[in-house]
């Protein structure tokens, strides 16, 4: 892709999306491990509705390492795949206490050893908690880098991760991880995408064409 496409792409999405960021909602930095793992293959809305009541029954790590089992389900039981979530995050909170000292470590081969946490969520912690510049795929990130041409629609996600990370500069990376985030989540939708209006139309591989919306600026 050549540098005027990605400029394009950075000017529009700083246009659109200036200032946007992390919609899970959390105080702690163990806070936000778990919800991101709550986050597979579902929505941070969904997540929001729960981690409030979680958090405030087991107000502390060790409230959740020792917590039942059945006590976290039935919270988080909107939730899909709640059973294992839970048992990933009551096994999360005692590997934290014994071997971290309670803190969420930032290495990404340590992150990845953690019940529940795979490269996305890594990424994610990195880039929030500490700043490390990631891209974390997730399912609008991915879709996005290939509708906008960085990578191919049958690349992996390790690939569409190196790609992405190849095409934008490491200043850029987790600015744009969540303004993909957005741009994927409430315009540039899987089925059927605001595309009126879009002036990525002349780069995107995937232009719809009966569209009733303008694009809508969620900024
Ligand atoms: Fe997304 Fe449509 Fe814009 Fe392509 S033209 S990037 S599908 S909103």
């Known amino acids: 892709m050549d540098l005027n496409k990605k400029n394009k792409i950075l000017r529009y999405l700083d ?80 590997i934290l206490i014994k071997e971290f000292n309670g803190k969420v470590p930032s290495d990404k081969s340590v992150l990845t050893l953690l019940p529940g946490v795979g490269v996305k969520t890594a990424n994610v912690i990195r880039a929030e908690i500490f700043n490390i510049p990631e891209i974390a795929v997730d399912t609008h990130v991915y879709r996005l880098a290939w509708r906008l041409g960085i990578s191919k629609k049958n690349d992996s996600v390790s690939v569409t991760e190196k790609k992405l990370r190849k095409a934008f500069p490491e200043n850029r990376y987790i600015k744009l991880h969540h303004q993909l985030i957005h741009f994927g989540r409430y315009a540039c939708h899987a089925k059927k995408p605001q595309c009126q209006g879009c002036a990525l139309q002349s780069i995107c591989k995937e232009p719809h064409k009966n569209l009733e919306k303008p694009i809508i600026n969620r900024s």
């Open 15 to 94: 246009q659109h999306f200036p200032n946007v960021g992390c919609e899970l909602w959390y105080r702690k930095d163990y806070e936000l491990l778990i919800a991101v793992v709550l986050s597979a293959q579902t929505t941070d809305q969904s997540v929001n509705r729960v981690t409030p009541i979680l958090f405030k029954t087991f107000p502390r790590l060790e409230d959740l390492a020792h917590a039942p089992l059945q006590s976290i389900e039935k919270i988080i039981q909107s939730i899909g795949l709640f059973r294992t979530k839970a048992k990933h995050i009551k096994a999360l909170s005692n």
